[in-house]
Nanobody
């Protein structure tokens, strides 16, 4: 599975943004999918995950503001981000793997990342 993330950009605090991650090759529908992010100078951290059975996991910092979803017909994963804050500034990565988990080592396939910058 190859993943291609897009949709990042420069927005203001309080704005919304939707990231997309298109999968090519085998369908992504059997996999659990997730988004991680890496802020400048920091480690990559978990944001959200969605199981093939629709179970979701969210980091506490994004609960109630971000929503992960998938469209299996389009082989695409989404991250809808609302009420963005400057601390959400990071490179966002999509991932897919066999286990629903907040740990990045559970994901085998990774996109290249898309930069989100939130100005105050």
């Amino acid at each position: 599975v190859q993943l291609q993330a897009s949709g990042g950009g420069l927005v203001q605090a309080g704005d919304s943004l939707r990231l997309s991650c298109v999968a090519s090759g085998p369908t992504v529908s059997p996999f659990n999918v997730a988004w991680f992010r890496q802020a400048p100078g920091q480690e990559r951290n978990f944001v959200a995950a969605l199981g093939w059975s629709t179970t979701t996991l969210y980091a506490d910092s994004v609960k109630g503001r971000f929503a992960i979803s998938r469209d299996n017909a389009k082989n695409t994963i989404y991250l809808q981000m609302s009420r963005l804050k400057p601390e959400d500034t990071a490179v966002y990565y999509c991932a897919a793997g066999p286990t629903l988990s907040p740990h990045e080592n559970r994901y085998n396939y990774w996109g290249q990342g898309t930069l989100v910058t939130v100005s105050s």
